[in-house]
């Protein structure tokens, strides 16, 4: 079930031999939600904080990617001699066919990006073809007949792309388009580690291994993306700040895919919730799979979709920084998938009977909007930082 991300709407933890969770180091406590409190001589339960920080970056080596992805030297000087050539007619037909497929799946977002230049233009499409097919290999209409085998031969296959030698039309695209930009192979791999996981895991402890699952799905597509849609040249921001935007929305992104899909994920066995943070709540899977919304249902929810609107608050000032023909399909991302938090809440939380959705008609009416807030940079650091602030202590 993999995210729309840092610039376009669209799963583990590595393994260790033993087919378990490598341990990962954490800061807990750095950030948290806020807490409902309660009066112990009433006899009301104290619910804990909810942690809204996941694992730190020095887990999945984002310093390393950034800077490999910010050099100055592209696959196309540093590896001219083995970059592949292919006939220009060829090539235009696959990315032709890259955009006929994001037209088509993801509509609203493909009208943002024709704002873009021709060149990151087809590489978006190229990156968001990529995302897809590996998606599809878990959540397509053939997932059934996966294997791990299947997994490891499409990993292999993404190094030949990066190695010059794609093994068809759309894999061209994303050859090419490695040769234009630097985009580095470890968030690919990781994205299908990701896939993986979806194999084999259909619970998460706790919101740890949860993020590490949403960095996998979605963050990875967000870091992919930077290096094509460029960073605005009067960007105050470091390029590392502005990464961690961009992995921020992917976050959000996923979360909100999970909080919105929970009655359906149930219907295949999955739950993609903290199993601690449900019992805190007093819930447990069998809630879950009742599909009745309690009140216990409705205020563990709310916590749910505080911390998701925490990651959106985190991408805000980096989507502004962007190159400026870069920011709209980015933007309108971002105003969606919250406009899907708040389809939950409309809903009254009930996300195990209902489906939250954003109609065609307010998908087209964010796009004006999406728009000027993608012409301006000014002030957005305060108003970030103000919105952030605000949801940690839970104010309105």
């Known amino acids: 079930m993999c995210a729309a991300s840092f610039s376009f709407p669209a799963k583990p933890s590595v393994k260790g031999g033993n087919g378990n969770f490598l341990p990962y180091r954490y800061r807990k406590g750095t950030v ?11 006899g009301e339960r104290i619910l804990p904080e909810l942690t809204i920080q996941g694992i730190p970056h020095s887990d999945h080596h984002i310093h390393e990617i950034v800077r490999r992805q910010s050099q100055t030297s592209s696959f196309s000087r540093k590896d001219a001699l083995r970059r592949p050539q292919f006939h220009p007619m060829f090539l235009e037909e696959a990315y032709e066919r890259c955009k006929k497929i994001c037209a088509e799946y993801a509509k609203t977002f493909y009208l943002g990006t ?5 060149e990151r233009q087809k590489a978006i499409w190229a990156i968001y073809v990529w995302c897809r097919r590996t998606d599809d290999l878990v959540d397509g209409p053939n997932a059934v007949y996966l294997s791990s085998e299947a997994l490891d031969r499409w990993e292999e296959r993404t190094e030949d792309i990066f190695n010059g030698r794609p093994y068809d039309m759309l894999d061209a695209a994303l050859t090419d388009t490695v040769y234009k930009f630097p985009l580095d192979i470890k968030p690919l791999k990781d994205m299908i ?3 993986r996981l979806d194999t084999w895991k259909s619970r998460y402890a706790n919101f740890e291994e949860l993020y590490q699952y949403c960095y996998c799905v979605a963050g990875t597509v967000g870091l992919m993306s930077v290096p094509v849609m460029g960073i605005a040249p009067e960007s105050h921001l470091s390029s590392q700040s502005i990464y961690d935007a961009a992995l921020s929305l992917g976050i959000g992104n996923q979360l909100t895919n999970i909080l919105r899909d929970v009655g359906e994920d149930a219907q295949r066995g999955r739950v993609y919730l903290p199993q601690d943070e449900l019992a805190q709540f007093g819930l447990c899977d ?5 599909r009745k919304v309690t009140d216990g249902w409705r205020e563990f929810m709310k916590k749910q979709i505080r911390r998701a609107r925490f990651y959106f608050n985190q991408a805000e000032e980096g989507a502004s920084q962007l190159d400026k023909a870069s920011r709209w399909p980015v933007w309108s991302c971002l105003i969606i998938y919250r406009k899907i938090l708040d389809a939950i809440e409309e809903n009254a939380y009930d996300n195990l009977t209902k489906r939250a959705y954003v109609g065609k008609a307010k998908k087209l009416l964010t796009l004006p909007q999406a728009y ?6 000014s002030n957005l ?16």
């Open 114 to 118: 024709r704002l873009m230049t021709e």
């Open 286 to 290: 069998d809630d879950i799979f009742s």
């Open 193 to 195: 580690e990701g896939m």
């Open 32 to 42: 948290r939600a806020e807490v409902l409190i309660a009066d112990r001589k009433r």
């Open 381 to 396: 650091a305060f108003q970030s930082n103000l919105s952030c602030e605000k949801h940690i202590t839970g104010g309105q």
């Open 372 to 377: 000027t807030r993608a012409l301006s940079m």
